[in-house]
T-cell receptor, first 118, second 112 residues
Framework: GAVVSQHPSRVICKSGTSVKIECRSL??????MFWYRQFPKQSLMLMAT?????????EQGVEKDKFLINHASLTLSTLTVTSAHPEDSSFYIC??????????????FGPGTRLTVL | GNSVTQMEGPVTLSEEAFLTINCTYT??????LFWYVQYPGEGLQLLLK?????DKGSNKGFEATYRKETTSFHLEKGSVQVSDSAVYFCALSRGSARQLTFGSGTQLTVLP
């Protein structure tokens, strides 16, 4: 069964509104979650690393005030796209890292959320 | 910085054909290497991984060997099936935060 869920799977909104995307770890508690963005026919680009109980770490070029990340519990991280514009339309994917050590740990990915901003 | 260069697609093969998808990387230190697969309408799934030089990862008939001398991690399968049609991503894991750097992805279509 699914290890990671995302909600909603698809959202259409008007320009200027804010959209919240939830990522839930279903099988284990996760201190670390990641948020990615995927453009059509392109690769996943890491946006930020979400750490439970602390501020997220954003990749260079990602606006932290526009993409608000909250990792309030060990099973839930949220990404809020504030004042969304058409250029924010994309496929947003989260992943969850099991609570163990080592660079070879497998990340478990959510099914993604398709955001369309009109 | 770290980067992954992956064979561009799309790749179209007939069922039972041999598959190779090339992947090379640039990284400091000794990264772990992964192949992820994304089936239509689904999230990414780990296909296989290797953590050190000369390791071979394998799963579902797919194989890839960590070649440090050529900084490569090519994906191979001896006989593809229609159900293998998907997008394949090569990736490396870096640093203590275990963040993934992905290649551009290769779309594979297998025809019956």
């Amino acid at each position: 069964g699914a290890v990671v869920s995302q909600h909603p799977s698809r959202v259409i909104c008007k320009s200027g509104t804010s959209v919240k995307i939830e990522c839930r770890s279903l099988d284990f508690q996760a201190t670390t979650m990641f948020w990615y963005r995927q453009f059509p026919k392109q690769s996943l680009m890491l946006m930020a690393t979400s750490n439970e109980g602390s501020k997220a770490t954003y990749e260079q070029g990602v606006e932290k005030d526009k993409f608000l990340i909250n990792h309030a519990s060990l099973t839930l991280s949220t990404l809020t796209v504030t004042s969304a514009h058409p250029e924010d339309s994309s496929f947003y994917i989260c992943s969850v890292l099991p609570p163990s050590g080592g660079a070879a740990d497998t990340q478990y990915f959510g099914p993604g959320t398709r955001l369309t901003v009109l | 910085g770290n980067s992954v260069t992956q064979m561009e697609g799309p790749v179209t093969l007939s069922e039972e054909a041999f598959l190779t998808i090339n992947c090379t990387y640039t990284a400091t230190g000794y990264p772990s290497l992964f192949w992820y697969v994304q089936y239509p309408g689904e999230g990414l799934q780990l296909l296989l991984k290797a953590t050190k030089a000369d390791d071979k990862g394998s799963n579902k008939g797919f194989e890839a060997t960590y070649r440090k001398e050529t900084t490569s991690f090519h994906l191979e399968k001896g006989s593809v099936q229609v159900s293998d049609s998907a997008v394949y991503f090569c990736a490396l894991s870096r640093g203590s935060a275990r963040q993934l750097t992905f290649g551009s992805g290769t779309q594979l279509t297998v025809l019956p």
